[in-house]
């Protein structure tokens, strides 16, 4: 899925980002900023570890609170 991720990309956000494994690869590729949302507190606590920001929330309000 990565080539699916255009190389300019400078801000992305993964919507059940889960542990961060693919949003983690889109980082290091492209150095881009990397939101996840995840509703699994678990998993949303894994993935804070390596991206710039989780939101360990649905995916409305999580898509609500990005949008300010």
């Given amino acids: 899925l990565l080539r699916f991720v255009p190389a ?3 801000d992305v ?3 059940g980002c889960g ?3 693919f949003a983690t ?3 290091t590729k492209l150095g881009a900023r990397v939101v996840g949302i995840e509703p699994f507190q678990h998993a949303a ?3 804070a570890k390596s ?3 989780v939101l360990a929330l ?3 309000d999580g898509v609500q609170k ?3």
């Fill in 8 to 10: 300019d990309s400078t």
């Fill in 13 to 15: 956000v993964e919507v």
């Fill in 19 to 21: 542990t961060g494994l």
């Fill in 25 to 27: 690869a889109v980082k």
């Fill in 45 to 47: 606590m894994v993935a």
């Fill in 51 to 53: 991206l710039d920001e």
């Fill in 58 to 60: 649905d995916v409305d």
């Fill in 66 to 68: 990005l949008a300010g």
